[in-house]
């Protein structure tokens, strides 16, 4: 399965298509818009077609006759006014609706999605969607649809006029609109083409700007500003070197948009005299044929640009859509388990078994790709382990040798390409998901803060979970001593950008929600690296108390942190190449003799 946003692409016909169905869920909206722009347009090009009245009203010196022509005037330029504000209000109105449905659409799915998704694709690559995708889409729904459709309705319009009042200035006028065309359309598109360039090579230079300041200690302590310097130099440069081109062209495009109305209302009208002079055409069919002439320039040009921000929308929604079109995380499972005199129990059918959180690999095979069959290739190779209720289990090795994978495959974030896992005896895949996670809880390396108090952080655990449970579980951890010290308390607002907290005072709080759930098992994924020895023993204790009620998966880089172990798994390259306590292994003087004593190192 296919689950990148920026997979091949397809038709943008079809993707247009398709984002009409959200439009059309508002029809009446949509055809209301349409209609009150349609009376504008009529309204705009009834104010030119009324120049030949009023001049012919002059020529003849009829004040009745110019009395009219200006009260039609006034009423139509009011009702231009009037139903373009009408319009356009409406339109704006209903792009929010389609995008506010779009938007939590997308945010749904998301929700739904396995962790291979997020595994696959970048988190800017993601909220890019949502920001800068949703935004440009939500231009074009407000402005370049429906003003694409009036534009080439008055461009249409315009030009059955002018034939009508003289075909042959006509076929001179379309020629230069066909030129003024191609100028327009070939300017924008080298615009267009070295603008794209530009974003890349900005994004570029503000990563390595926000790279090379938040490094700005490392980059000093090893006088790197010279060398950070000139590459800064270079990437600028860059940028410098396509923006440059891109504002040319811009620049270029605008002019001939300016210029193009003056040019051609000019060759019109010598043209025109000169027909004028020859009979061929009167005072007023000669003005209205000049008015219409230098208001054509202005829908071509806008028409250009609604049709590029169309295409720019189609390319956003079509990254929107592939994201909606990925499967959902596929739960088959049946099992669920409940609450009944303070103990858990898995329901299997009818058949209720005592949920002790006992867990089981039989000869287990994966691979992250689905399409790998090679079982001497797999990430993870013929594990086979056992972790009895609330004991504690060990996993030691290299970095990837497989032990995140392990933990991964427990809580079901990924299936076993081969082999079972059971849980209580009962195969994991037959357990609902929903309800084998919420039994489940993990603490990462890097701590997750939410925005919110932190009252409502540690409640993410529990959502049920009442103050006095928080604070229950806060004290059992040893978070209540690090949370008291804050200035409100457990009131106190954070972020996930909080900067006045330490990673280990952050790691308190991710504990404390793993207490307030309960868990039947805890997995503890490098929760203790990269933090210091005095708050590492604080925060020990607290997994201490809260490891009593849960089978425990540890997996650490820092061997002193998992010599109380009932077990310790050492991961080799995939496969498990020892088993046993502390001393059990230090007897067997193997690999994790040697990791111990110094004689090798983690890699």
């Known amino acids: 399965m296919n689950n990148n946003i920026n997979k091949e692409s397809k038709k943008p016909f079809e993707t247009f298509k398709r984002l009409l169905r959200y439009v059309f869920n508002y029809k009446k909206m949509f055809i209301f818009g349409m209609i009150t722009l349609l009376i504008a347009l009529a309204a705009t090009i009834y104010t030119s077609i009324l120049v030949g009245p009023i001049a012919k009203s002059l020529k003849e010196g009829s004040l009745d006759g110019i009395n009219i022509a200006v009260s039609n005037l006034a009423i139509a330029v009011a009702a231009s006014i009037i139903f373009n504000f009408l319009g356009n209000t409406i339109f704006a109105v209903l792009a929010q609706k389609v995008t506010y449905n779009i938007r939590k659409k997308l945010f749904s799915h998301l929700e739904k999605l396995d962790i291979a998704f997020f595994d696959n694709n970048k988190p800017g690559e993601i909220v890019s969607t949502f920001t800068n995708d949703v935004a440009i889409l939500t231009e074009a729904l407000d402005q370049a649809i429906s003003k694409s459709i009036i534009s080439i309705l008055e461009i249409t319009i315009s030009i059955i006029i002018l034939i009508k009042i003289n075909w042959m200035l006509s076929i001179i006028t379309i020629l230069l609109l066909l030129v003024y065309t191609f100028l327009i359309r070939f300017f924008g598109n080298k615009s267009k083409y070295y603008t794209a360039i530009s974003q890349k090579k900005l994004a570029d230079l503000t990563s390595y700007s926000e790279e090379m300041i938040s490094g700005m200690p490392i980059i000093k302590s090893y006088n790197y500003e010279d060398r950070?310097?000139?590459?800064?130099?270079?990437?600028?440069?860059?940028?410098?070197?396509?923006?440059?081109?891109?504002?040319?062209?811009?620049?270029?495009?605008?002019?001939?948009?300016?210029?193009?109305?003056?040019?051609?209302?000019?060759?019109?009208?010598?043209?025109?005299?000169?027909?004028?002079?020859?009979?061929?055409?009167?005072?007023?069919?000669?003005?209205?044929?000049?008015?219409?002439?230098?208001?054509?320039?202005?829908?071509?040009?806008?028409?250009?640009?609604?049709?590029?921000?169309?295409?720019?929308?189609?390319?956003?929604?079509?990254?929107?859509?592939?994201?909606?079109?990925?499967?959902?995380?596929?739960?088959?499972?049946?099992?669920?388990?409940?609450?009944?005199?303070?103990?858990?129990?898995?329901?299997?059918?009818?058949?209720?078994?005592?949920?002790?959180?006992?867990?089981?690999?039989?000869?287990?095979?994966?691979?992250?790709?689905?399409?790998?069959?090679?079982?001497?290739?797999?990430?993870?190779?013929?594990?086979?382990?056992?972790?009895?209720?609330?004991?504690?289990?060990?996993?030691?090795?290299?970095?990837?040798?497989?032990?995140?994978?392990?933990?991964?495959?427990?809580?079901?974030?990924?299936?076993?390409?081969?082999?079972?896992?059971?849980?209580?005896?009962?195969?994991?895949?037959?357990?609902?998901?929903?309800?084998?996670?919420?039994?489940?809880?993990?603490?990462?390396?890097?701590?997750?803060?939410?925005?919110?108090?932190?009252?409502?952080?540690?409640?993410?655990?529990?959502?049920?979970?009442?103050?006095?449970?928080?604070?229950?579980?806060?004290?059992?951890?040893?978070?209540?001593?690090?949370?008291?010290?804050?200035?409100?308390?457990?009131?106190?607002?954070?972020?996930?950008?909080?900067?006045?907290?330490?990673?280990?005072?952050?790691?308190f709080i991710s504990i404390a929600r793993a207490a307030v759930s309960n868990p039947l098992i805890l997995m503890l994924d490098e929760a203790t690296s990269s933090i210091d020895s005095l708050t590492e023993k604080l925060i020990q204790e607290g997994f201490d108390n809260l490891m009593k009620n849960s089978t425990t998966l540890v997996i650490a880089h820092r061997l002193s942190t998992v010599k109380n172990a009932n077990s310790i798994l050492v991961v080799e390259d995939g496969k498990i190449i020892e088993r046993g306590s502390h001393s059990d292994l230090i007897a067997k003087q193997g690999k994790y003799y040697n990791l111990y004593t110094g004689k090798e190192i983690l890699e």
């Open 228 to 507: 950070n310097v000139e590459r800064f130099s270079v990437k600028a440069d860059n940028l410098k070197k396509y923006q440059t081109k891109s504002t040319i062209y811009g620049i270029s495009m605008n002019i001939i948009g300016s210029s193009f109305a003056f040019i051609l209302s000019s060759v019109i009208t010598v043209l025109g005299v000169y027909f004028y002079n020859k009979g061929v055409l009167d005072i007023s069919n000669l003005l209205i044929y000049i008015k219409f002439v230098s208001s054509l320039s202005a829908p071509i040009q806008s028409l250009s640009n609604y049709i590029s921000l169309i295409y720019t929308a189609l390319a956003g929604a079509e990254r929107i859509f592939n994201i909606i079109d990925i499967e959902s995380e596929i739960d088959e499972g049946t099992i669920t388990l409940i609450e009944k005199d303070g103990n858990k129990y898995w329901n299997n059918n009818g058949q209720f078994i005592k949920a002790e959180g006992h867990i089981e690999f039989k000869n287990v095979y994966f691979n992250y790709d689905t399409d790998m069959k090679d079982k001497d290739k797999m990430v993870l190779r013929d594990i086979s382990l056992y972790a009895n209720p609330k004991e504690k289990l060990a996993f030691v090795g290299s970095t990837g040798a497989g032990k995140t994978t392990i933990s991964n495959l427990v809580d079901r974030f990924y299936d076993v390409s081969d082999g079972e896992i059971l849980i209580d005896g009962l195969p994991i895949n037959e357990i609902k998901k929903s309800h084998l996670r919420s039994n489940m809880t993990v603490v990462l390396q890097e701590p997750t803060i939410f925005t919110g108090t932190v009252m409502e952080n540690i409640r993410k655990g529990n959502l049920n979970a009442s103050d006095e449970d928080i604070i229950r579980a806060a004290k059992l951890t040893n978070a209540d001593y690090i949370i008291s010290r804050l200035p409100n308390g457990y009131n106190t607002m954070l972020s996930p950008e909080d900067i006045s907290l330490s990673k280990g005072e952050k790691q």
